[in-house]
């Protein structure tokens, strides 16, 4: 006897599985991060336009900065100020593995105004146009609250009880009653 499934049922399995997947996902972007050192980055001005414009997410990973490499995009973190993220325009290498970089933003007429003193660096690995603006919006408490409670709605739902064992009971009954 064959079951089919109704379409609440494929629903809700489906959910469960968009749901899963995006836990994977963030379970192996916190082992990429912790192991690998990859990290996020959200563009919020046009300094590399038109290669990563405003509004872009990017893939980072921390390097030693003697790895660097004239024309790669990197991201240097700034003591007193935000990170700055920008085509690399020449490179001079200390001692101990420490670089002196000069850069300039693609969008830019002119090189930054001061080389950067580094030790380590965080370099683009790729990035997304526009999805920063997802993330962004993914951050506002009534979209995490919202997303929270159907989480739970749909896992609830999942997992309640059915009528499976009035039905296993028909079933034998049935069969009692044929012999």
């Known amino acids: 006897m064959s079951h089919r499934k109704s379409g609440s049922s494929r629903i809700g399995n489906a959910l469960l599985n968009v749901a899963a997947f995006g836990g994977t996902v963030c379970i192996i972007l916190v082992v990429l991060a912790f192991f690998f050192h990859i990290t996020l980055i959200m563009f ?17 990973k921390k390097i030693p900065a003697s790895e660097v490499h004239v024309g790669d995009v990197v991201t240097i ?6 990170p700055v993220t920008h085509r690399v325009t020449s490179v001079s ?10 850069m300039r ?4 007429p002119t090189d930054d105004p001061l080389p ?8 683009v690995l790729w990035s997304v146009p526009e999805l920063a603006y997802a993330v962004n919006a993914a951050n506002n408490p009534l979209v995490l609250g919202g997303l929270t409670v159907v989480m739970a709605v749909v896992v609830t739902w999942a997992f309640w009880p ?9 079933e034998s009954e049935r069969q009692e009653a044929a012999t």
Not at 116 to 123: K, L, P
Request: charged share 30%; glycine share 10%; no cysteine.
């Open 44 to 60: 919020k001005t046009g300094s590399m336009s038109p290669t990563i414009p405003a509004g872009s997410l990017a893939v980072v």
């Open 77 to 82: 973190d700034r003591a007193s100020a935000l």
């Open 93 to 102: 290498r200390s001692e101990g593995g420490a670089a002196r970089i000069t």
């Open 105 to 108: 933003g693609d969008a830019n």
């Open 116 to 123: 950067y003193e580094v030790q380590t660096v965080r370099i």
């Open 162 to 170: 059915r009528d499976e064992p009035r039905r296993r009971r028909s």
